[in-house]
């Protein structure tokens, strides 16, 4: 899949699809079915337009652009949204960059998309201008819910990261660079690569989760890895994610890795011992190695 920056692609008939695709859930996944082109901003138009409520993200540029191209889709677009960006009116979405830069003969959107200054564009707009076909995706509903970006941050939030892989369509992922700790874990025969939660990406509620990480060098083991803030030790860390990858032995520090969440273990607790704790993180460890295969 090619990767282009809207200044730098030119006009031809393009069956595009357009969104934000925070997390290229399942419900987006239904807007990007059939295009040959998405068109996506970043970053996230609300973190220009009102920064402080802008979201805590599903997915970076790079795993959404990872995800997409799974779709069968040619052709990723990445609109730099700034202040003069999102000062454009709809008129001049539609004209400048659907018609002008991208040539579009179809369009796919969801029910919900807004676009131009204020938001004041709408799939109306879209419908009435015959210089392309609009396709007007409804929102998707499983059990009951709306599939949201919005959602499935909620239920990784809460732990829930099962439940969340089943709306996005694969599981939760989140990656960093591996950070130098106390080496606690390794005093406990139990080594963890650690990651520190970036605050603009949703990290899951704390817990021990069974896991898949990914190293720098490609190879994929199973893990159980740790959210929390440790409460058997008085650290004056914060948040911290700690994976401990089975059976694996190399140097991780300051390299990339990449953690798959598959199911909750349990909950963040305090041991009335070291000793107990020791024993409930063998049980973890045996839990995510039966569970990751």
Known sequence: MKV???????????????????????????????????????????????????????????????????????????????????????????????????????VSVGENFRFGRAARGDTDLLLADERFRTRVVRLLEIDGEIVSSSHIRALVLGGAVEYAGRLLGDPFTLAGVVVHGDRRGRELDCPTANLVPDVAFVTPGHGVYAALARTAGGAVVPSAVSVGVRPMFETGRGELIEAHLIDFSGDLYDTHLELTFLKRLRGERRFDSIQALVDQMALDVDQARAICG
Do not use: C, M, N, Y
């Open 4 to 106: 282009a920056a809207l200044l730098d692609v030119r006009p031809r008939p393009r069956r595009v699809a357009i969104g934000t695709f925070d997390g290229v859930h399942l419900g987006h996944r239904q807007v990007i079915e059939g295009a040959d082109t998405v068109v996506t901003f970043d970053p996230h138009p609300t973190a220009v337009i009102r920064p402080g409520a802008a979201p805590r993200l599903l997915t970076s540029l790079a795993r959404k652009t990872t995800l997409i191209a799974t779709l069968g889709v040619q052709e990723l677009v990445v609109i730099a949204f700034d202040a003069d960006f999102a000062a454009r009116s709809a008129r001049e979405f539609v004209d400048d960059v659907l018609v002008g830069a991208l040539g579009a003969s179809h």
